[in-house]
């Protein structure tokens, strides 16, 4: 075991083995056009062995800041508005609210056991977190930042993702091999999905038509129709997958295969891996870009972040960073 405590990390390897296992001169067209030229791409990086958050400037790939967070940080998610952060930090059992204008922690919430991952109503009004020893996704009011409810689940809920409408939540449980789907108006489970062993993250497509579940154990991805909640196919990939993202056109998956250290690059239109990129040690974070032209990689093993891009499918760049980064994401913040 490396590093000072028992991380996050090791906690789904600990559970498998129980399981048994010109153009730019000319003005803006559009408000939309307009605001995004008020903004800037900024990738986050969870720390799990250095308790702090990396932020990575998109524009130059560097480090522009590092933030002191809770014990064990995680999970990490953007809000829409760019002007939040939400940190899960396993170790100390709450998550941290980082304003991104001044890069500082200005509110921590205890939530449930060991939260590993984290996602935000498309609103901005809630935020979902996986609490993974206590079998339960906390429900965060976000002009607030208290907890207004929980949700009991699978076992071992270690990745969750809200739908494009922001009407349910999809939360991968490592240890039943399902994935519970949450009414966001209930805050109730309406639906139980089996899919492989070791479900340890979720990613739902643009169009909210599709998610693809990234199965740690058996070293696959499912495919499930969101209209029914069923599987519809099993994608091979490479050896313990512990996360992906899905381009914002919705035409790639990006996986990063834990095990093999590499990300498997699935084509959604046939269903198959068209491309594998070496990356760096253990590869257990992966966000795409909100231009979707490039992909960030957290290296746990190698203290790092592999940058690919979406043009040629290569490693660009590789950008030092704490020990054990773990969950990634990727947006637009406010200038």
Same mark, same amino acid.
């Given at each position: 075991?490396?590093? @000072?405590?028992?991380?996050?990390?090791?906690?789904?390897?600990?559970?498998?083995?129980?399981?048994?296992?010109?153009?730019?001169?000319?003005?803006?067209?559009?408000?939309?056009?307009?605001?995004?030229?008020?903004? @800037?791409?900024?990738?986050?990086?969870?720390?799990?062995?250095?308790?702090?958050?990396?932020?990575?400037?998109?524009?130059?790939?560097?480090?522009?800041?590092?933030? $002191?967070?809770?014990?064990?940080?995680?999970?990490?998610?953007?809000?829409?508005?760019?002007?939040?952060?939400?940190?899960?930090?396993?170790?100390?059992?709450?998550?941290?609210?980082?304003?991104?204008?001044?890069?500082?922690?200005?509110?921590?919430?205890?939530?449930?056991?060991?939260?590993?991952?984290?996602?935000?109503?498309?609103?901005?009004?809630?935020?979902?977190?996986?609490?993974?020893?206590?079998?339960?996704?906390?429900?965060?009011?976000?002009?607030?930042?208290?907890?207004?409810?929980?949700?009991?689940?699978?076992?071992?809920?270690?990745?969750?993702?809200?739908?494009?409408?922001?009407?349910?939540?999809?939360?991968?449980?490592?240890?039943?091999?399902?994935?519970?789907?949450?009414?966001?108006?209930?805050?109730?489970?309406?639906?139980?999905?089996?899919?492989?062993?070791?479900?340890?993250?979720?990613?739902?497509?643009?169009?909210?038509?599709?998610?693809?579940?990234?199965?740690?154990?058996?070293?696959?991805?499912?495919?499930?129709?969101?209209?029914?909640?069923?599987?519809?196919?099993?994608?091979?990939?490479?050896?313990?997958?512990?996360?992906?993202?899905?381009?914002?056109?919705?035409?790639?998956?990006?996986?990063?295969?834990?095990?093999?250290?590499?990300?498997?690059?699935?084509?959604?239109?046939?269903?198959?891996?068209?491309?594998?990129? $070496?990356?760096?040690?253990?590869?257990?974070?992966?966000?795409?870009? $909100?231009?979707?032209?490039?992909?960030?990689?957290?290296?746990?093993?190698?203290?790092?972040?592999?940058?690919?891009?979406?043009?040629?499918?290569?490693?660009?760049?590789?950008?030092?960073?704490?020990?054990?980064?773990?969950?990634?994401?990727?947006?637009?913040?406010?200038?």
């Amino acid at each position: 075991m490396r590093g @000072r405590r028992f991380g996050p990390g090791r906690l789904l390897v600990a559970a498998a083995v129980l399981a048994g296992m010109t153009a730019t001169m000319a003005p803006p067209t559009s408000a939309a056009s307009a605001e995004r030229q008020q903004q @800037r791409t900024v990738t986050y990086v969870a720390n799990s062995d250095s308790d702090t958050v990396s932020v990575i400037d998109a524009a130059t790939d560097t480090v522009a800041a590092t933030i $002191p967070v809770g014990d064990g940080p995680a999970g990490l998610a953007l809000t829409p508005g760019g002007t939040r952060v939400y940190v899960a930090n396993a170790d100390s059992n709450d998550v941290s609210v980082i304003d991104t204008s001044s890069n500082a922690v200005i509110a921590t919430i205890p939530v449930g056991g060991t939260p590993l991952d984290v996602a935000v109503s498309p609103g901005g009004a809630r935020v979902y977190v996986a609490d993974f020893s206590s079998n339960t996704v906390s429900v965060i009011n976000t002009s607030t930042n208290t907890v207004i409810g929980t949700v009991p689940v699978g076992s071992a809920p270690s990745g969750l993702a809200v739908t494009p409408g922001g009407t349910r939540v999809y939360v991968a449980n490592f240890s039943s091999g399902d994935v519970s789907v949450i009414s966001t108006s209930s805050n109730a489970v309406t639906a139980t999905i089996p899919v492989g062993n070791g479900p340890v993250e979720v990613a739902v497509t643009p169009g909210g038509t599709r998610l693809y579940v990234a199965n740690f154990i058996s070293d696959d991805v499912s495919i499930i129709n969101t209209a029914s909640n069923t599987v519809t196919g099993t994608i091979p990939v490479g050896a313990a997958p512990r996360a992906l993202d899905v381009t914002p056109g919705g035409t790639r998956v990006y996986v990063a295969n834990s095990g093999s250290n590499d990300v498997s690059v699935i084509n959604t239109a046939t269903g198959t891996v068209g491309t594998t990129i $070496p990356v760096g040690d253990s590869p257990r974070g992966l966000a795409i870009t $909100p231009s979707g032209s490039r992909v960030y990689v957290a290296n746990d093993l190698s203290g790092n972040a592999s940058v690919i891009s979406t043009s040629t499918n290569t490693v660009t760049s590789t950008i030092a960073l704490g020990n054990g980064p773990f969950g990634v994401d990727s947006g637009l913040v406010p200038e």
